[in-house]
Nanobody, 128 residues
C-alpha cells in the first residue's frame, strides 16, 4: 500500500522560505513519479513540481516556480522535498504530495487525474 505523508508547512512572511517533506512508501513499481500540488481557497488544484524515480528528472509548473522552488529526493525516493524560497502571498494554499504509477517520461505536465495516491496535505500561508 502506497503511503504519502507531508510535513513542514506553516506561516511565513513574504520573501521567506519553507521546506516541505513527503515521506513516501509502498511503491512496487521501479519507475514512478512523485509530485507536489497545491490548492488555494476557491481555486483548482495545480501541479507545482514533480520528480522521476528513475533518474531524478524534474518538472516545474513555470519559470516563476522553477526560479524559486527546488524538488529533490533522498534515500531512493523515500523522502521527496520541496524547498520553497522567496515565497509570495500567491503561494498560499494546501500543498499535497502525490504519487503516480506512470513514468515521469510518459507524463505531460501535471494533471491531478494522472496521480493515483495522495497525502492529506500541509497548509502553507504566506503573509504580506
Amino acid at each position: 500500500e502506497v503511503q504519502l505523508v507531508e510535513s513542514g508547512g506553516g506561516l511565513v512572511q513574504a520573501g521567506g522560505s519553507l521546506r516541505l517533506s513527503c515521506a513516501a512508501s509502498g511503491f512496487t513499481n521501479d519507475d514512478y513519479t512523485i509530485g507536489w500540488f497545491r490548492q488555494a481557497p476557491g481555486k483548482e488544484r495545480e501541479g507545482v513540481a514533480s520528480i522521476s524515480s528513475d533518474d531524478g528528472s524534474t518538472y516545474y509548473k513555470d519559470s516563476s516556480v522553477k526560479d524559486r522552488f527546488t524538488i529533490s529526493s533522498d534515500n531512493g525516493m523515500n523522502t521527496v522535498s520541496l524547498h520553497a524560497n522567496s515565497l509570495e502571498p500567491e503561494d498560499t494554499g494546501v500543498y499535497y504530495c502525490a504519487g503516480s504509477e506512470v513514468s515521469w517520461f510518459k507524463l505531460r505536465g501535471m494533471k491531478p487525474s494522472d496521480y493515483h495516491y495522495w497525502g492529506r496535505g500541509t497548509q502553507v500561508t504566506v503573509s504580506s
